[in-house]
């Protein structure tokens, strides 16, 4: 008997079972699984693994994880519009996802990079990136709630010494 899933902590305490899609994406989960030798395959049980990510997070993740489990890339020697048809639906899945997730990206971001999800990693960093791409540094501190702790001086010299990017 195989492991279906991976028992694990939360930071708020809360206990979840990762289903293998997430575990077998995740460079983090491997490595929490391989050092100590656990066996996926044994029928022991396997102990809760604690993780420094928050139920939120893990949910969504499990969720994307898991659409991406049930809709694998179609085959090389699959039609033009097979590929197009797939490309298309994730596409549109990953719109709505963006969506989804826009008030708390940052805390996806932190849990992708945690658990070593590079494709999730990689799609909320460029959904991030987007959203800065031609803002000036008022909009963006404005936009991320940062405070502006330089002095009107500094201000000052910074402007005057980066004109040549705004030429």
């Not at 195989?2 to 930071?11: D, E, F, G, M």
């Not at 990762?18 to 491997?30: D, F, H, K, T, Y």
């Not at 604690?50 to 699959?78: A, H, M, R, V």
């Not at 996802?97 to 460029?126: G, M, P």
């Amino acid at each position: 008997m195989s492991a279906k899933s991976i028992p694990v902590l939360t930071t708020d305490n809360n206990q979840l079972d990762l289903p293998m899609c997430v575990v077998e994406r995740s460079g983090a989960l491997i490595q929490m699984i391989n050092d100590p030798g656990i066996e996926l395959d044994s029928t022991e049980q396997i102990e809760r693994i604690p993780l420094q990510c928050g139920t939120q997070g893990l949910q969504k993740i499990i969720e994307i994880c898991q659409f991406y489990e049930d809709n694998p890339e179609p085959e090389k020697s699959d039609t033009v519009d097979a590929k197009d048809v797939y490309q298309q639906k994730m596409d549109e899945y990953i719109t709505q996802f963006h969506v989804d997730v826009k008030d708390y990206n940052w805390i996806l971001i932190l849990a992708a990079d945690y658990l070593e999800i590079k494709f999730i990693f990689d799609i909320l960093c460029k959904d991030v990136s987007e959203a800065m791409r031609g803002k000036t540094v008022q909009q963006l501190r404005e936009m991320y709630d940062i405070e502006n702790d330089f002095s009107k001086e500094e201000i000052e010299y910074l402007e005057n010494a980066n004109k040549w990017a705004d030429a």
